[in-house]
């Protein structure tokens, strides 16, 4: 490959540009195409995975699906989404409660070294792969040699509130960090208390990213799979508000354990969980690019 | 009235108060922003916590499986859960299922492999597409960056629903024979790319997805740091009558090559740690090295998850489990800290990969 040509001092002839060599056009025609064929690695797999779920669920589709319950490896996934839904709100609830908090006092109290230990502590916290927390999830919250919990509400809420602290958290720290100073400096000089004006412009103005956080928190309580199995376990009843002792059903389960099964009903309710579950995803995507145009145009 | 300060950081109140001020000490706090500090506070302390009674609960847990096996976790192949109708036998004070033995070593070895995998194809491609999506015009653009953030939302249990039923059958019958027929030939090769092509459940399936699952990560990153790269210096080497290869060689990537580190980490950070999207495609062999790349095998992440159901009544192999998962921490928060490091310096938002949007 040539690649002198740049370093050359200019010619003499000004009117007549020195020839390009095929090598260097080959070598840019070969990298071209190189480009254009890992963007269609990246795009293929995407539309491949959505188009293999749609083609495997739709044609089965039926309604009754979400208005009935499972039975056995067959029947509807009501419960399941009930489920995935409860267990949602409720780790919006602790652990975006935990979050929040925990943002704002990074980015508005702590200090020194204080900040640098608090803050290492989520970050961290968000490199422990989720089977690990699922499992120490398991062995403190549901066995028998922890608190015996049983499978349930509970310990699937406090397990994924673990696993999407760093996230909410990240994003109010980073949000409410910026914030212009022009917003607190006129506060203070209206003389306005800071804790008003902590409440009424600096997090109001912080609000967008802070909601970004939650709904990246939303599509990872709804998509995990792994920290549930041992903590939620898997029900065929419409779940209710115990929070320990009684399994609860989510819509990841059905996608992992019925996909093999020789039924022919259990891998048709496994794609229709998948169908449920890219929905739930393309709502997020939507809902997210909303939330940024909105904000944009705020902003301005 | 005194306006304390809000600084960011800074001490609100801590600016000394004017003459005719407040009064008591605790009007002074509660002004001061005291009790939104103090609660505060008590939310930012849960996530240490949490992480060091994690730690201390696997310790505990693991220490008589880590007595029990020793080094032999991290040299032998042969992991049995022993027979749990076989009268109970007692090793070193410890009462457990006969025949019990731990050895991580084709786990430990097919985590790494399949994540090695993963990035072998995933960086490159991600790169190449990377380069591109930051030429294309805006709308053009935003579609592709569309596609990304649909590949890192989508449920991992989904891709590997995706990869056991329809991209693993295709690797079983056309990708693999085309891989032992080519590569396969080749003269030293033969072990690693040839022989049996297997049934699309294993390491290369598992490497594949795994690679899917880590592309929108490194993808996304690199497109950001790309268009970060400062057009004046592009315009001066088009200037120069630079090619777009030898732009991006000299010029757009050692820019940014520190923070495409740092991506490529993150994204092995995620590979090493994924469990149920290879759990469903790796073919689950326990006790066995895979021969070749096609081979059946299974990583830590996905033992836990597939195999801790056997494992419930016997608090031996569930201490075998909380050694599992320490070994899987050590792999990943190395990896976690190298990446910290890297990309602290480039900085930009925390990537929501995989896990969500």
Known sequence: MSETTSGRAPTADVGEWPAVRAGRKIANLGYRIACWIALALVVGPALWLVGGVLANAVPHWQWSVITTNTAGETGGLKQAILGTLLITLGVLIIGGTISILTGLYLAEFATGRLRTVLRSGYEVLSGIPSVVLGLVGYLVLVSVTGLDWKYGLLPAVLVLSVIIIPYITKATETSLLQVPAAYREGAEALGIPPTWALRKIVFKAAVPGIVTGLLIATAISVGETAPLLYTAGWSDFTPTLQLTGQPIAFLTYPVFAFYNLPDAGAKILSYDAGLLLLVFVLLFIIAGRVIVVRSRRHAE | ?357
Request: proline share 6%; charged share 10%; hydrophobic share 50%.
């Open chain 2, 1 to 357: 009235m005194a306006v304390p300060a809000l600084r960011r950081g800074g001490g609100a109140g801590s600016r000394p108060r004017r003459p005719g001020g407040t009064t008591s000490s605790l009007g002074r706090w509660l002004r001061g922003g005291g009790p939104i500090r103090a609660v505060g506070l008590a939310g930012a302390v849960v996530p240490g916590l949490v992480l060091i009674g994690l730690l201390v609960e696997l310790i505990i847990k693991a220490i008589p499986a880590i007595g029990y096996s020793g080094l032999h976790f991290l040299t032998s192949s042969t992991w049995n859960f022993g027979s749990q109708y076989g009268t109970p036998v007692t090793t070193n004070g410890l009462v457990h299922a006969p025949g019990e033995e731990f050895g991580a070593l084709p786990q430990i070895l097919g985590t790494l492999a399949t994540s090695a995998i993963a990035l072998i194809i995933a960086v490159p491609v991600s790169l190449g597409a990377a380069l591109l999506i930051a030429e294309l015009p805006r709308r053009l653009a935003g579609i592709v960056g569309g596609f990304l953030e649909l590949l890192a939302g989508v449920p991992s249990v989904l891709i590997g629903l995706w990869g056991a039923l329809t991209l693993g059958p295709i690797v079983a019958a056309h990708v693999s024979p085309l891989i032992a027929d080519t590569l396969g030939r080749v003269p030293g090769l033969t072990g690693f790319f040839g022989q049996s092509t297997g049934n699309g459940q294993g390491l290369f399936t598992s490497g594949l997805v795994l690679a899917v699952m880590v592309i929108p990560i490194i993808a996304s990153t690199s497109r950001d740091l790309i268009r970060g790269v400062p057009v004046l210096t592009q315009e001066g080497a088009v200037a120069l009558g630079m090619s777009d290869l030898e732009c991006v060689r000299k010029v757009t990537l050692p820019w940014i090559a520190s923070g495409i580190l740092g991506a490529v980490v993150l994204g092995l950070g995620r590979a090493l740690g994924e469990t149920i999207a290879v759990a469903m495609v790796c073919g689950v062999a326990l006790s066995s090295l895979p021969t070749n790349l096609y081979g059946a095998m299974i990583t830590i992440a996905a033992n836990i998850i597939q195999n801790l159901e056997t494992a419930i009544t016997d608090p031996l192999d569930i201490s075998a489990f909380a050694e599992l998962a320490l070994a899987l921490m050590v792999i990943t928060l190395l990896t976690n800290v190298v990446a910290t490091l890297l990309v602290r310096r480039v900085s930009g938002t925390a990537l929501p990969v995989g896990r969500g949007l």
